[in-house]
């Protein structure tokens, strides 16, 4: 009992705490930090500083859009003056981590980058780019502290991922759309997964879903599973919902480790007042009945075969790294 005293005494302190910063939350943004950790989904590193995320994301397609902005012409300009001798490759990671470096002027946190999705089937060739993203950071005085390094959730980029954080370079495992891409990169250690909740909704809409609430959104419902997975079997690796298209996805996800959110829906939470309606829907500590499986087994083979037989899943990490090659091909284009 008297050991439990202290504790006793710091849960009401917490207590008020947190009801007297309700009383002074100005709106849902401020609301869902107090249960998640908000992240930047953008290349647009201007539009950042007035939602203050904690961290920050990129993708080869949020890149490309940033480009098409004449106020970021200068960073392929210098690039390409800087490094003229350099191969295309050398030079695209050089856009990658000058758009990685200002970010990190803005935020506090960490920043992902995404090695080239052409390399997304082979290990060996995505552990020579992690690296050489993470010495181009090193160049530019950036510690690996400060970097999350995207791979994609092949079988192939999930072996590179158990290499990869065994040397002590984090990495964000990316295009998840099933519970063993899930499960399979927390067993290679990865510090931190993006499960996709948008291009799931997208996936099930195409196909004729329809569905009455966040809560029964199956981009959502995949998530929480994810979520409840990793949670139970306590794993260390930080879940990060990413993918989304609207406030109400967002904000049925509350609780979340991390939540990556685009600019406009950061400023459509950021309009919203009624943060009291923002309640935490994920919880470590609660059970989240008929959502927890037994440990999966992820040996290669069973993951190609769950892969196999999810076509949502399938379809979609296909789709999602032939657009970012599609994307990378378009940044090698600014470069010649
Ligand atoms: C972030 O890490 C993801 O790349 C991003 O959220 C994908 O979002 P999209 O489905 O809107 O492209």
């Known amino acids: 009992m008297i050991r439990g005293f202290p504790v006793m ?7 008020a705490m947190r009801s007297t910063n309700t009383e002074s939350i100005p709106n849902a943004l401020e609301a869902l930090k107090q249960f998640t950790t908000v992240v930047a989904d953008t290349g647009n590193f201007e539009s950042m500083r007035a939602y203050q995320p904690q961290d920050a994301t990129t993708n080869p397609t949020l890149i490309i859009r940033a480009l098409e902005q004449p106020r970021y012409a200068g960073i392929v300009d210098q690039v390409k003056a800087a490094m003229a001798a350099k191969k295309v490759s050398d030079r695209a990671r050089a856009v990658l981590v000058s758009f990685g470096c200002e970010i990190l002027k803005i935020i506090p946190g960490r920043v992902s980058t995404e090695v080239d999705a052409r390399l997304s089937f082979d290990t060996q060739a995505t ?3 992690a690296n ?4 181009a950071y090193a160049e530019r005085g950036i510690p690996k502290s400060r970097v999350l390094i995207k791979i994609a959730a092949t079988w192939e980029g999930l072996r590179a991922v158990r290499e990869l954080e065994k040397q002590g370079i984090a990495c964000n495992v990316t ?7 899930a499960a399979a990169a927390a067993d290679a250690g990865a510090t931190l997964i993006s499960p996709f909740v948008g291009r799931i909704s997208d996936w099930h809409k195409k196909a004729g879903a329809q569905w ?3 809560g029964e959104d199956p981009g959502v419902q ?3 599973r994810i979520y409840a997975y990793l949670k139970h079997h306590r794993f ?4 990060m919902g990413a993918s989304f298209r609207s406030v109400e996805q967002v904000m049925a996800l509350a609780g979340c480790d991390l939540l990556t959110v685009s600019p406009d829906l950061l400023e459509q939470l950021r309009a919203m007042d009624q943060e009291s309606l923002l309640e935490r829907a994920l919880d470590p500590a609660a059970s989240a009945p008929g959502q927890v499986t037994a440990q999966l087994n992820t040996t290669e083979s069973l ?9 949502m899943a399938t379809e979609k990490l296909a789709e999602g790294i032939r657009l970012f090659v599609a994307d990378g091909r378009k940044l090698d284009a600014r470069l010649v």
């Open 303 to 311: 993951f190609r075969f769950a892969m196999n037989e999810d076509a």
């Open 236 to 239: 260390h690796t930080e879940v």
């Open 9 to 15: 005494l710091d849960f009401f302190a917490q207590t």
């Open 212 to 214: 009455a609430t966040a």
């Open 175 to 181: 295009l998840i759309f099933s519970l063993i891409q």
């Open 132 to 135: 050489a993203i993470i010495a």
């Open 127 to 129: 552990i020579a780019e």
């Open 222 to 224: 995949s998530v929480k």
